[in-house]
């Protein structure tokens, strides 16, 4: 199966900081990628579709002003959680869709706490 | 809209014993049908998918599911467990065409020996 990195693994920062996750395709290009969030003991909600080159889709309820996403290149999306507090807290991991697959492949997840 | 219901939040099984996660999921065409694992602070590994043709399909670490468009399920079963399978259980479902997923809340499996 594809690969997928995140950097960082994990990240404390403090409230009112940015901080940027990375979320790369090792092996194959990816037009697109997508970005969920998870809380502690929950389910995966999806946050964005991101598209190469073209601006992010967002969810329903989800603040694309606090959460900035860029696909500048086909192996590399970057997700900014802008302002953050510590409600931001939370497990965000992403994942790739080769282009005409129909299966994701999930990276290993970031965990952020806000303090 | 398509949705995922994992009616059983918790399990207990014994090693050894076989094992039965429920999925049942909501959509108005032919779904695309995941079950991923996950391990406490880890990313999701795909356990086995459903796309088409037979509905019995095989997976990797000895699981297997079943779908049923009639029942609209897709359980996850395997025969017999092992210490290490004790995780946390998501089915998934998504749609050609617009390959988002929609996640189940888990399920987590607890193996006493």
């Known amino acids: 199966g594809a690969v997928v990195s995140q950097h960082p693994s994990w990240v404390i920062c403090k409230s009112g900081t940015s901080v940027k996750i990375e979320c790369r395709s090792l092996?194959?290009?990816?037009?697109?990628m997508f970005w969920y969030r998870q809380f502690p003991k929950q389910s995966l909600m999806l946050m964005a579709t991101?598209?190469?080159?073209?601006?992010?889709?967002?969810e329903q309820g989800v603040e694309k002003d606090k959460f900035l996403i860029n696909h500048a290149s086909l192996t590399l999306s970057t997700l900014t959680v802008t302002s953050a507090h510590p409600e931001d807290s939370s497990f965000y991991i992403c994942?790739?869709?080769?282009?005409?697959?129909?299966?994701?492949?999930f990276g290993p997840g970031t965990r952020l706490t806000v303090t | 809209a398509q949705s995922v219901t994992q009616p059983d939040i918790h399990i207990t099984v014994s090693e050894g014993a076989s094992l039965e996660l429920r999925c049942n999921y909501s959509y108005g065409a032919t779904p695309y049908l995941f079950w991923y694992v996950q391990s406490p602070g880890q990313g999701l590994q795909l356990l086995l998918k459903y796309f088409s043709g037979d509905t019995l399909v095989q997976g990797i670490k000895g699981f297997e599911a079943e779908f049923k468009r009639s029942q609209s399920s897709f359980n996850l079963r395997k025969p017999s467990v092992h210490w290490s399978d004790a995780a946390e259980y998501f089915c998934a479902v998504g749609n050609f065409g617009n390959e988002k997923l929609t996640f189940g809340t888990g399920t987590r499996l607890t193996i006493i020996p």
């Open positions: 092996d194959f290009q990816a037009t697109t």
């Open positions: 994942s790739t869709l080769p282009q005409g697959a129909r299966e994701q492949y």
């Open positions: 991101s598209n190469e080159g073209s601006k992010a889709t967002y």
